[in-house]
């Protein structure tokens, strides 16, 4: 898009013009080259740091969405506190997997893109529509993923239709799904699964809902290297997040902290396993 660089302080041509109320569209017709899925790439596979472990549970009012925070390079650790769980809109968030720096820069066009639906059009998408845009956007990304920069979010939000709580996953080609009760995507998830399919059950508090998902991370980060548990030395704790029909919340430092180390002082009595976590 060519800049307006006439001195009256006006908008080019195409901001004013009226179109879809897709952001992505609007950059296709406009900007192509400033869509991830258009940047060519050196041939080979490309090596960059990755995010690891994402999960996710519902309970009665509402779901649970958190993430460990270590990002790897192969056999090393990239980072130690990156973020991973951000807000989409209100109701919504989305955990990410994958690589790390596209993952990003995709939620933050995800972002636009639900706010740009919403000045254009006056309403908010539903949930379900929400899901099926981040679904366009990594099939968008295929290219890229077969080049081994695949990007594999965690979806989740509160429906104000249906009033509950909905998980959705993805592949890398942007097939979608909804998840029942519980979710896990990344390196770490076979084991946050496991961990979560012995833990859960459909009437959990959202305090039992917190906890559930920050064992699973720490069962996950007991046999994976790639995902990493809570480091009380440097204060680094699992971001875990709670959408209700109140709207998206981010437990403090000092709650995910009580969380883990909870959980920590736990194992140290039941170093077999979290018997009864949750009660």
Request: aromatic share 6%; net charge negative.
């Amino acid at each position: 898009m060519e800049p307006n660089t006439r001195s009256t302080g006006r908008l080019p041509a195409a901001f004013l013009t009226p179109g879809s109320s897709s952001f992505i569209d609007f950059l296709a017709d406009h900007s192509p080259e400033m869509l991830p899925g258009n940047r060519k790439l050196p041939d080979g596979i490309v090596e960059a740091p990755h995010g690891t472990t994402i999960v996710a549970a519902t309970f009665p009012g509402g779901v649970v969405l958190a993430g460990d925070r270590r990002a790897t390079m192969g056999n090393m650790i990239a980072q130690r506190d990156i973020e991973k769980v951000f807000p989409a809109d209100e109701y919504s968030a989305v955990g990410i997997a994958g690589t790390a720096g596209l993952a990003v820069e995709m939620v933050k066009l995800f972002q636009l893109e639900l706010e740009h639906f919403e000045k254009v059009e006056g309403a908010t998408l539903s949930l379900e529509g929400k899901a099926n845009r981040l679904s366009t956007m990594i099939r968008s990304n295929l290219g890229m993923a077969m080049q081994g920069l695949a990007v594999v979010p965690l979806f989740a939000g509160w429906d104000e239709g249906r009033e509950k709580g909905r998980i959705f996953s993805y592949d890398v080609t942007g097939g979608r799904s909804e998840e029942h009760g519980y979710a896990a995507t990344g390196s770490g998830s076979i084991f946050a699964r496991g961990s979560m399919k012995k833990l859960y059950r459909e009437d959990l508090t959202e305090q039992q809902a917190t906890t559930l998902v920050v064992q699973a991370l720490y069962d996950a980060a007991d046999d994976d290297s790639a995902t990493g548990g809570p480091d009380l030395a440097r204060r680094i704790f699992p971001i875990v997040t709670v959408i209700t029909d109140e709207g998206f919340r981010r437990l403090s430092e000092a709650e995910s902290s009580e969380l883990a180390r909870s959980i920590t002082e736990r194992r140290l009595e039941q170093p077999d396993g979290p018997r009864a976590a949750l009660l």
